[in-house]
Nanobody, 121 residues
């Protein structure tokens, strides 16, 4: 079984910073793309940032310049450093990873359980 476990969420004042982490565990042959999504109350889940295995990154316009996604392939972990946080960043943040569990298996998308980020004004 594959598990993605997020950590690092919490309550922070506007202008503050948070660093989210997501560690993958279980039977894993290879992790391809990894990403962070978020979902605010009453809104659809949206992509925040993504990173390929080789390190190419992509950001939502709403966080570009304020956030940095990175990964440590040896630790099977993806990070999201968020700076200059705004109240509109308040959401549940989910980790996502495309994972192959064996040499011959296809890629399957896995999700973490989510971590709450609350930014107070």
């Amino acid at each position: 079984q594959v598990q993605l476990v997020e950590s690092g969420g919490g309550l922070v004042q506007a202008g503050g910073s948070l660093r989210l982490s997501c560690a993958a565990s279980g039977i894993i042959f290879l992790i391809d793309d990894m990403a962070w999504y978020r979902q605010a109350p009453g809104k659809q889940r949206e992509l925040v940032a993504a990173i390929t295995r080789g390190g190419t990154t992509n950001y939502a316009d709403s966080v570009k310049g304020r956030s940095t996604i990175s990964r440590d392939n040896a630790k099977r972990t993806v990070y999201l450093q968020m700076n200059s946080l705004k109240p509109e960043d308040t959401a549940v943040y989910y980790c996502n990873a495309d994972i192959r569990t064996t040499y011959i298996s296809g890629t399957k998308s896995y999700w973490g359980q989510g971590t709450q980020v609350t930014v107070s004004s």
